[in-house]
């Protein structure tokens, strides 16, 4: 009742490839890019092809259950898919908007020193989202507090006034792929840096700016 969707990646030497995905290895994607999402504490690369790509998939599930017959059990079982995706995909947009609220002049910030060539943490619409969101913060604050205070006092840093994410905090992981060498920071002064090796399949806690690069690369999973 699926078809194939195009899914248009990247290479290891960061050209764009098109690549042909199964509906399983979408929804994996998905899935994956969601518990990542959810576990990290700062905005991730936006994965726009991914969403266009199942709300896609979701449409032609839809057309295909309209044809089918509806006493047959296959229906009701895609019916159940088909609302679990959805509340996948839905989970995984309101975390990333979340996060966009929370750390909105750093992640704009983020976005605006990218280099070329590498990957966004917004896509189109989410980049319009957050400079709304800031104009609005800003309007808001001026109108309600800032327009009744000392000149000397009417404007606002919400650069330094907004926290950022904590790449210190810690996160457990699955690793997917093996890896060796990497470098951990010591929790405290009288300790110095170590190297560990990351075994296929283990789990681990670990500060996450450490493996924040894996996270990206997916030799790692949030969990």
């Given at each position: 009742?699926t078809e194939?969707?195009?899914f248009?990646?990247?290479?290891s030497d960061?050209?764009s490839?098109?690549?042909?995905l199964t509906?399983?290895?979408l929804i ?7 518990m990542?999402e ?5 905005l991730?690369e936006s994965?726009p092809?991914?969403?266009?790509c199942?709300?896609e998939?979701l ?5 295909n259950l309209?044809r089918a017959?509806?006493e047959?059990?296959?229906?009701s079982i895609?019916?159940?898919?088909m609302e ?10 309101r ?7 929370k750390?909105?002049p750093h992640?704009?910030e983020?976005e605006?020193?990218r280099r ?9 619409e989410?980049?319009a ?14 109108n309600?507090a800032?327009k009744h ?7 606002v840093?919400?650069f ?5 994410p904590?790449?210190d905090?810690?996160?457990f ?6 890896q060796?060498?990497?470098l ?9 840096d170590y190297v560990?090796d990351?075994?296929?399949?283990s789990q681990?806690?670990i500060?996450y700016?450490t ?6 690369s997916?030799?790692v999973?949030l969990?």
């Amino acid at each position: 009742m699926t078809e194939e969707p195009d899914f248009l990646g990247q290479d290891s030497d960061g050209g764009s490839e098109e690549v042909v995905l199964t509906p399983a290895e979408l929804i994996e994607r998905l899935e994956q890019a969601w518990m990542n999402e959810k576990f990290a504490p700062e905005l991730l690369e936006s994965k726009p092809e991914v969403v266009e790509c199942v709300m896609e998939q979701l449409e032609h599930m839809e057309e295909n259950l309209r044809r089918a017959k509806r006493e047959d059990l296959k229906v009701s079982i895609h019916h159940m898919e088909m609302e679990r995706i959805r509340y996948v995909l839905s989970s995984y947009l309101r975390c990333r908007l979340m996060k966009i609220e929370k750390f909105f002049p750093h992640v704009l910030e983020k976005e605006k020193t990218r280099r070329d060539g590498e990957p966004s943490s917004l896509s189109p619409e989410e980049l319009a989202f957050a400079r709304e969101f800031m104009a609005n913060t800003e309007t808001y604050l001026k109108n309600v507090a800032l327009k009744h205070m000392p000149p000397n006092l009417q404007k606002v840093d919400l650069f330094r006034a907004v926290p950022k994410p904590d790449l210190d905090s810690y996160v457990f992981l699955r690793v997917r792929e093996r890896q060796e060498n990497i470098l951990v920071e010591p929790d405290t002064d009288e300790q110095g840096d170590y190297v560990i090796d990351l075994e296929k399949g283990s789990q681990h806690l670990i500060r996450y700016k450490t493996i924040a690069p894996l996270v990206a690369s997916g030799a790692v999973q949030l969990i």
